[in-house]
């Protein structure tokens, strides 16, 4: 069985979708699937409101850097 989250943390998430964050990034943080935030904003119509993208933090920035280069050290080390 999959993570059962509280009502609050689905509001947080449904609010940061609305705002434009990827359900990638936000499936990340909460510990849940990325097709579960994509079936329930499917149910509930979160993709009727229009997204704006939302400009990451300097933290998302970091983050987004370091698992860019965490990708490239896997690269580099499964070319050896």
Do not use: C
């Not at 998430?13 to 849940?32: F, N, S």
């Not at 009727?48 to 050290?73: N, S």
């Amino acid at each position: 069985m999959g993570v059962r989250l509280s009502p609050d943390t689905w509001s947080q998430i449904e609010a940061d979708y609305r705002a434009g964050r990827p359900a990638k990034r936000l499936a990340k943080i909460h510990g849940v699937s990325a097709s579960a935030i994509f079936h329930r904003s499917s149910l509930e119509r979160w993709r009727d409101t229009p997204r704006v993208a939302a400009k990451p933090t300097q933290a998302e920035r970091i983050e987004q850097a370091a698992d860019r280069l965490e990708a490239i050290l896997k690269r580099m080390s499964e070319d050896r």
